[in-house]
């Protein structure tokens, strides 16, 4: 019996993200081992640069796709988004070279080499993200999967070999710039052949009036967690930044998790949305994203600690307390972009940046407060705090626009059950967290089905029926 064709795209998305973050967890102990605690907090530092600059180079450009891509114009649309993609990954290539003597400047200071390579990655953002969100769009999975998996095992295996021979971070940054320099090479030319690519500056304008607040709201929403990146590194030493790092990356498996269905759903919400029973589904698919989030936290929360405990040296293991924090920060994060739909549904994306850049603002007060008399703690606490802003906002004007019924009260029952599960993790020994894990999972899981959030039968996703964009 052929599987429903939701599910199994959903397989593909499951299994490459699987392949590539499997690989990163299995390169570890590696990077660990060769990496001193100090240098990964200086490359988390330069990591958090990458982000804000991603997020300009992104240009909120697949976001835009999503919006404009699901006419009955759609391929037009896809082109002129891709060469708009084009033209900026061009400009952020020229960025890149005049900017990177700039780097003596960070707090901890980084070559020009490293700032060139870092750059080569983010301004290639755009000219990778289009493409890639295109083909979801069209449903076709297996050609995603193919290139995410490809670019990620040469990007493992290119980290590997040159942190082996001993080029530190500039060859971890050198591995992530060539990997992406191929992906985009491969990418841009599959997309020439499936829609084209057309640089029309007179459509510009209207792709950016929806794509540029969204980057505006991007760049506020840095502030919900990677700023604090900055505060941290002028009031803690550079092990415990590089803890913290370490913390958060393995928060980030949380996310990973979730990324297939995100993958899945977030492509094709609007459409669906429109259809006859559009809103009862999006809003129920909502509920399953919402209690995958949850599992997801709990289940990072739990393996977290145990990870940092047996796979990284001693130096390390501070990193283990933070995880569940972070884990709750993240889940935060995810609630707040499932039950925004209505926010996306407007012509421009001001409603994104209004939210984004006040809850921004509430966390940055917060660094500024908590950070220097608390160090990580503080960050953590304004973290919470800002997420919790964006949250709560996020849900109130998206209901203006787009009221659905949600199920609010079922999805804080569940998640007060995953906060209890995440806070095992820190009472009891690594081994007991793991014997415990599985059972407290399934305890969980049950919970949900209980609940109405997720279905009987585990086939959430394949029932629905939505229109390829």
């Known amino acids: ?156 295996a290119l980290l590997a070999l040159l942190l082996w021979q001993g080029f ?61 990146r900055w505060f941290l590194a002028s009031n803690v030493d550079a092990a415990a930044l590089g803890q913290y790092a370490l913390a958060a990356r393995l928060g980030l498996v949380m996310a990973f998790l979730t990324q297939p269905f995100d993958l899945w759903f977030y492509p094709r919400r609007i459409a669906l949305y429109g259809t006859a029973d559009g809103p009862a589904q999006v809003a129920r698919l909502s509920g399953i994203g919402a209690t995958l989030t949850l599992l997801a936290a709990a289940a990072a929360a739990l393996a977290g600690p145990v990870l940092i405990q047996w796979a990284t040296p001693a130096e390390y293991h501070g990193a283990s307390v933070w995880v569940p924090w972070l884990c709750a920060c993240l889940a935060m994060q995810s609630l707040g972009s499932l039950f925004n739909i209505g926010c996306y549904m407007q012509r421009t994306g001001r409603q994104s940046l209004l939210v984004n850049g006040g809850a921004g603002l509430v966390a940055l007060a917060g660094y500024a407060l908590l ?10 606490a304004a973290t919470l705090l800002g997420q919790a802003v964006r949250l709560v906002w996020f849900v109130r004007l998206s209901q203006r626009s787009a009221p659905l019924a949600y199920g609010f009260g079922k999805v804080a029952l569940l998640a007060c059950g995953a906060a209890l599960v995440a806070a095992l993790a820190q009472l ?42």
Not at 371 to 380: H, L, S
Request: with cysteine; aromatic share 4%; charged share 10%.
């Open 168 to 228: 530190g971070v500039a060859g971890m940054l050198a591995a992530g710039a060539a990997a992406s320099l191929l992906a985009a090479l491969a990418l841009l030319g599959g997309q020439a052949r499936l829609t084209g690519v057309q640089l029309a500056p007179r459509a510009w304008k209207h792709l950016l009036a929806y794509g540029l607040p969204l980057t505006a709201g991007g760049l506020a929403a840095f502030l919900l967690g990677t700023a604090d």
């Open 1 to 156: 019996m052929r599987l429903p064709a939701a599910l199994r795209d959903a397989g593909l998305y499951a299994g490459a993200m699987v392949w590539t973050k499997g690989l990163g967890l299995l390169l570890l102990p590696l990077v660990t081992a060769l990496l001193p605690a100090a240098e990964y907090g200086r490359m988390e530092l330069l990591g958090s640069v990458a982000e804000v600059a991603a997020l300009l180079a992104g240009a909120g450009l697949v976001d835009t796709l999503y919006r404009f891509g699901a006419g009955a114009d759609a391929g037009r649309a896809a082109a002129q988004v891709t060469g708009l993609a084009v033209a900026v990954s061009l400009g952020g290539l020229l960025l890149a070279a005049l900017l990177s003597p700039l780097g003596a400047l960070l707090p901890m200071p980084a070559s020009s080499t490293e700032v060139m390579l870092l750059g080569v990655t983010v301004a290639l953002e755009a000219a990778i993200g289009v493409p890639l969100a295109w083909l979801r769009m069209q449903g076709r999975a297996a050609h995603y999967a193919a290139l995410v998996v490809l670019r990620g095992t040469l990007h493992s």
């Open 428 to 469: 009891v020994p690594p081994l007991v967290a793991v014997l415990l894990g599985a059972p407290l999972l399934g305890t969980l899981t049950l919970l949900a089905v209980a609940l109405g959030l997720l279905p009987r039968l585990n086939l959430a996703v394949s029932c629905v029926s939505t229109p390829r964009a």
């Open 371 to 380: 950070v220097a008399p608390f160090g990580v703690a503080g960050a953590v």
